[in-house]
């Protein structure tokens, strides 16, 4: 009698931690329901909805209005070329420089390595906000080389370039950390054994430890894709030339258009669900191997 009790008792147990589990999943899909049913929504409906649970249900007069109105208000297609172009760049070549990084502080063997790993960490806890204005001050004294119809020219500032948007955040202190954790689990072993046959270390590198840490380069490529493609206050004080901003930048567009009828929201809403679809898209495609790297990197520490 007393096991079908216990078992009853850990099933009831079991459906009871799920419901912190299910509040906090509503509190992460509610905000994009309503961001997508709001953005097949009239303004006026919207407003009207917004306290009641039809703001979260695709119901009324739905149209995609809205969208037509975003294409014909901001430049879509050049803003999410630039931010796929500058995003790409940055986490393709990111991906190389930091796991090199990472490499060298997890398997070799130099003097200060661990200095330099808590000068790499320490620089987490330092906001960007509070060194973008000496970064903008120094881009603005930079040489650069200019390309122009009649030759070349030697010019002094990044400002409005790409560039300016991809070099300063190539490397990433967060991504060094992940690899050079995932990269220590590795058995050395697999070195030692590589040297005998005659390996350097970029060929241990390439061919044999970073086949093994795939998943630490796919949650890499996320945690570097997630903040560039939503990169708003950066761009925002380097480029002042529309056709080099990002998609974020976008939305200022539509809270100083100083338009007759007001800040409009149906096509904020559209605009919105529209750059957070490649979010979406590139976490679905690398959410096994982020799950993995996560749960064997907190294995590790």
Do not use: C
């Amino acid at each position: 009698m007393s096991a079908p009790a216990t078992t009853e008792g850990t099933k009831k147990n079991a459906w009871l931690s799920y419901i912190p589990l299910v509040l906090l999943a509503l509190t992460f899909i509610l905000p994009l329901l309503f961001m997508l049913f709001s953005s097949l929504k009239p303004k006026d409906q919207i407003l009207a909805d917004l306290t009641t649970w039809r703001a979260f249900a695709p119901v009324g007069d739905l149209s995609l209005d809205n969208f037509v109105g975003v294409f014909n208000r901001v430049p879509v297609a050049r803003f999410f070329l630039n931010s796929i172009f500058v995003t790409t760049i940055i986490v393709v070549v990111g991906l190389l420089v930091n796991s090199m990084a990472g490499f060298a502080i997890a398997r070799l063997n130099f003097k200060g390595k661990k200095i330099l790993l808590g000068a790499i960490v320490a620089t987490l806890i330092v906001p960007f906000e509070t060194f973008a204005i000496p970064m903008v001050y120094m881009i603005s004294k930079l040489p650069r080389i200019g390309f122009y119809p009649d030759g070349v020219a030697l010019d002094w500032g990044w400002n409005n370039s790409y560039e300016v948007l991809i070099i300063p955040f190539i490397a990433n202190a967060f991504s060094i950390f992940l690899f050079t954790q995932y990269y220590s689990s590795i058995p050395k072993e697999l070195d030692e054994a590589a040297r005998v046959d005659g390996a350097g270390w970029f060929k241990i590198y390439w061919s044999v430890i970073s086949p093994l840490a795939m998943p630490a380069f796919a949650t890499s490529a996320i945690l570097t894709f997630l903040p560039q493609w939503n990169s708003y206050l950066w761009p925002l004080l380097v480029i002042q030339q529309e056709d080099l901003r990002p998609v974020q930048v976008g939305l200022r567009y539509f809270f100083a258009s100083g338009t007759a009828e007001g800040t409009p929201w149906g096509q904020i809403m559209a605009y919105t669900s529209l750059i957070t679809i490649p979010v979406i898209i590139v976490f679905l495609m690398f959410q096994r191997a982020f799950i993995s790297s996560i749960a064997s990197s907190g294995v590790k520490g």
